[in-house]
């Protein structure tokens, strides 16, 4: 079956997501990211790292967001290297200046990244109070790390930290594209 989720990304339009189930032997449903990894792999947004595998504790780097975006874009990132599009594409609508391709994107670069892709405007400023390391946010990502927290795309973990500085974990990404997308919907 198909899902048909209208984005008002940097270019717009209608993306058609078709929905297929995948299953992952090192996501046991008990994960806290099982639900969101099966959306973000059933979509194709994020692909299995082997035949049975997601390694959710993996990292993932700029280049696969990049890519990533563009393909929810409509962008055919097919080529070699295989990254090459998704960048192209990233730095062409300054959702990326495409810098560090092959490096862990830290949680503030992926809430920024989406932001910039939305075309969304600042949250309030008043959204960061209460996290305890709101003061670690990089001065670039604070209007998206606002949006981001007041969108509940990261909403922070037990001890009230948003680790603007983490590299973002597969099933980090997985959470909040399947948050972001809704959000979009």
């Given amino acids: 079956t198909g899902t048909e989720l209208v984005l008002r990304g940097v270019t717009g339009g209608t993306l058609r997501v078709e929905e297929r189930a995948v299953r992952f032997e090192d996501v046991p449903e008990s994960f806290w990211g099982a639900g969101d990894i099966a959306f973000a792999a059933a979509r194709e947004l994020l692909q299995g790292t082997g ?9 993932l780097t700029r280049a696969m967001l990049m890519t990533v975006l563009a393909r929810i874009e409509g962008i055919d990132t097919q080529g070699t290297p295989w ?13 990326s200046d495409g810098s560090e391709p092959h490096a862990p994107i830290t949680r ?20 960061l109070n209460g996290f305890a390391d709101a003061g670690r946010v990089s001065g670039y990502a604070l209007d998206a790390m606002r949006w981001a927290t007041e969108n509940k795309i ?12 983490a590299e973002a974990t597969r099933a980090e990404v997985a959470v909040m594209m399947q948050r ?5 919907g």
């Fill in 154 to 165: 990261i909403q922070g973990n037990e001890g009230n930290h948003v680790e603007p500085k």
């Fill in 51 to 59: 035949p049975a595998e997601f390694s959710p504790e993996e990292h």
């Fill in 180 to 184: 972001f997308l809704h959000l979009a």
């Fill in 83 to 95: 990254y090459e599009k998704g960048i192209q594409w990233a730095v062409e609508t300054g959702v």
């Fill in 108 to 127: 503030e670069q992926l809430v920024t990244m989406l932001y910039r892709y939305a075309g969304a405007q600042p949250g309030s400023p008043e959204t």
